[in-house]
Each structure stands twice: as C-alpha cells, then as structure tokens.
T-cell receptor
Framework: QKEVEQNSGPLSVPEGAIASLNCTYS??????FFWYRQYSGKSPELIMS????GDKEDGRFTAQLNKASQYVSLLIRDSQPSDSATYLC?????????FGSGTKLNVKP | GAVVSQHPSRVICKSGTSVKIECRSL??????MFWYRQFPKQSLMLMAT?????????EQGVEKDKFLINHASLTLSTLTVTSAHPEDSSFYIC???????????????FGPGTRLTVL
C-alpha cells in the first residue's frame, strides 16, 4: 500500500468550473499536508499547506482535511487554462515526506 | 514563499565523469534538505535526506557511493553523481525544509531542478 494515493487522471474540466482533486494517506500519525503544482518540465511549487481538520482557503484554492477519513482535497474555483498541470499531494510525518504520484488536470478553454 | 536555487539548470556530460549539483536556500536557513529524482512522466522519487553537519540518509536502493551528498552549511547542500552513466540521466530536484517563524513549519520549497544528460 502506498503512503499517499492519488488518481492519476487526467481530470478534465471546462474553464470557469470547479476542479476537485483528492488524496488519501495511510498513516494516521501524519501531521502536515501539502498540495504542490508541477508544470511539465518544471519543479513542484507549493500551493497550500494544511495542518488541522477543516477547510483552508487562499484565493481560488481551498484545501480540505479530514483526518478521521485520512483524506485531503484541493478545490480550484474558476479554473483557468493556466491551472493545467500535475497536482501533487504530500504528507509529512516526523520529517519524512511522502508524495503522491500526482493528478494531471486539464482545463479546457 | 521561500526561495531555493539550484545550479546548474542543465548539464550534459560524457559517461564516466562526475557531476556536482548545488542547492542553496537563499533567504532562510535550512537544517534539512532533500534530493529527488524524476524520470519523464513519473512521480518524484526521494533519493536522500540531507541534514546539516551530519551524514545524509539514503532511501532504499539509492547507492550512497554513487550519489554523494554534502550538507556543509545551513544554506548549501551538494549532490555529486560519480561516474555517471546514461541510465543516470534524469531531472534532479532539491528541496529545503522551511523552518518557519517558530521553527515548526514543515513546508518544503523546491529548487528549479537540474536536467542531467549523460552521453
């Protein structure tokens, strides 16, 4: 069983729609949760970090954490073609980071 | 966010040579840095965790004598690929753990990556 699981996609949404990206993790002791965006040929860029249950909003992005269900999600409102990228979920446990394999998002104009 | 630089961004070398990649945290001190490798259309693979002033911790299957890591200061870690071969061609990315204001942050910031091509 992988530490962090993501649907590889691709997830296709029309421009202006809400994109919903999901991630599950296996270790209940995980403490910190992150979403990264990676454009093709580039390194990952941190979008959101979340540490406690509930929602955290930053502009068009909302991260949701449910520790009981071991589930993290990222919502992107008003999706733009420039949001097309691979989104990586990362989980931290005692200075050990685990990355999911990423979900490819395509936002169609 | 915090800034991490990586140099060089691209390197082409002959088989059998050694290549050194530098990773620097520009506006913060990083006690912990990480080295990843990524093959085309694949996910990040953690190679090693580098702690300032101590030996790096390598992931299973990563040869420590081939991938030499030195974390000599709080802002610099280096990865040396020794006796490189074509199968070592990949995208190498470093990251640094950002300590935050009270030292409790676990955020990682990535360098821009180094694309290594071994002929």
């Amino acid at each position: 069983q992988k530490e962090v699981e993501q649907n590889s996609g691709p997830l296709s949404v029309p421009e202006g729609a809400i994109a919903s990206l999901n991630c599950t993790y296996s270790d209940r002791g995980s403490q910190s949760f992150f979403w990264y965006r990676q454009y093709s040929g580039k390194s990952p860029e941190l979008i959101m970090s979340i540490y406690s249950n509930g929602d955290k909003e930053d502009g068009r992005f909302t991260a949701q954490l449910n520790k009981a269900s071991q589930y993290v999600s990222l919502l992107i409102r008003d999706s733009q073609p420039s949001d097309s990228a691979t989104y990586l979920c990362a989980v931290n446990n005692f200075n050990k980071f685990y990355f999911g394999s990423g979900t490819k998002l395509n936002v169609k104009p | 966010g915090a800034v991490v630089s990586q140099h060089p961004s691209r390197v082409i070398c002959k088989s059998g040579t050694s290549v050194k990649i530098e990773c620097r945290s520009l506006d913060f001190q990083a006690t912990t840095m990480f080295w990843y490798r990524q093959f085309p259309k694949q996910s990040l693979m953690l190679m090693a965790t580098s702690n300032e002033g101590s030996k790096a911790t390598y992931e299973q299957g990563v040869e420590k004598d081939k991938f030499l890591i030195n974390h000599a200061s709080l802002t610099l870690s280096t990865l040396t690929v020794t006796s490189a071969h074509p199968e070592d061609s990949s995208f190498y990315i470093c990251s640094a753990r950002f300590p935050g204001l009270a030292g409790g942050s676990n955020e990682q910031f990535f360098g821009p990556g180094t694309r290594l091509t071994v002929l």
